[in-house]
């Protein structure tokens, strides 16, 4: 059931992100971004198959970890990625705030029409 729902998950958090991306709204499209990064780190860690081996661990005098250890680098990338997210997010969710009080909505402007060919 486990590897049944992480592609549904992974699927439904990047169909509602590419969903808001299409918004008009700044906000939607951090959000439609923020989904989208959560999806990519579902799917990452799915890939690596959270299997129940034993942690990585080395123990005194030895020099490898034991034979079929997890792989801890596949946590480590979601980890920083999650972090990286966190931070890039607070900072756009500052300038649209910025951009609220200047212009007193979040919309995107349309293209003019003398710029699409």
Request: one cysteine or more; proline letters at 10%; aromatic letters at 0%.
């Given at each position: 059931m486990l590897s049944l729902a992480t592609p549904l998950l992974v699927g439904v958090l990047?169909?509602?992100?590419?969903?808001l991306l299409m918004r008009r709204r700044l906000l939607?499209?951090?959000?439609?971004?923020?989904?989208?990064?959560?999806?990519?780190?579902l799917m990452l860690l799915g890939?690596?198959?959270?299997?129940?081996?034993?942690?990585?661990?080395?123990?005194?005098?030895?020099?490898?970890p034991p034979a079929g250890h997890a792989?801890?680098?596949?946590?480590?990338?979601?980890?920083?990625?999650?972090?990286?997210?966190?931070?890039?997010?607070?900072f756009v969710l500052a300038l649209v705030r910025r951009q609220a009080q200047l212009r007193g909505d979040d919309l995107v402007d349309p293209p003019a029409t003398g710029d699409v060919p």
């Open positions: 990047g169909a509602c992100g590419l969903l939607e499209l951090v959000l439609g971004v923020a989904l989208l990064g959560h999806a990519a780190n890939a690596a198959r959270d299997l129940p081996d034993p942690a990585p661990l080395v123990a005194p005098g030895e020099l490898l792989d801890p680098v596949p946590q480590a990338l979601v980890l920083t990625a999650i972090v990286i997210g966190l931070g890039v997010q607070a």
